[in-house]
């Protein structure tokens, strides 16, 4: 069993910076696939950032060089550091969890990201 929390989302102006947190619980060792996605409202869920265990983190286009994905397994947690917001950015967050890139795994309830002026 695994239970993700997303945290650190918010309201933000144009070119600010948040730090996105996913707190997990459960057998997070055997899962060697951790990513943060997004959704906007009736927009499909999108892969943002993700990394394979041992390997280093992929990126979206639409964020590379601005956003930075960071694992921490001795804490359980995995974080997404995101700079120079855009208001396309504006989206529910994401975090995921699986054993491979070929199963749906496990999912927080996100956290709101909102990019405005």
């Known amino acids: 069993q695994v239970q993700l929390v997303e945290s650190g989302g918010g309201l933000v102006q144009p070119g600010g910076s948040l730090r996105l947190s996913c707190a997990a619980s459960?057998?997070?060792?055997?899962?060697?696939?951790m990513g943060w996605y997004r959704q906007a409202p009736g927009q499909q869920r999108e892969l943002v950032a993700r990394?394979?265990?041992?390997?280093?983190?992929d990126y979206a286009d639409s964020v590379k060089g601005r956003f930075t994905l960071s694992r921490d397994n001795a804490k359980n947690t995995v974080s997404l550091q995101m700079n120079s917001l855009k208001p396309e950015d504006t989206a529910v967050y994401y975090c995921?969890?699986?054993?491979?890139?070929?199963?749906?795994?496990?999912w927080g309830q996100g956290t709101q990201v909102t990019v405005s002026s």
């Open positions: 995921n969890a699986r054993r491979t890139l070929w199963v749906a795994g496990y």
């Open positions: 459960g057998s997070i060792p055997s899962m060697n696939v």
């Open positions: 990394v394979i265990s041992g390997g280093n983190p």
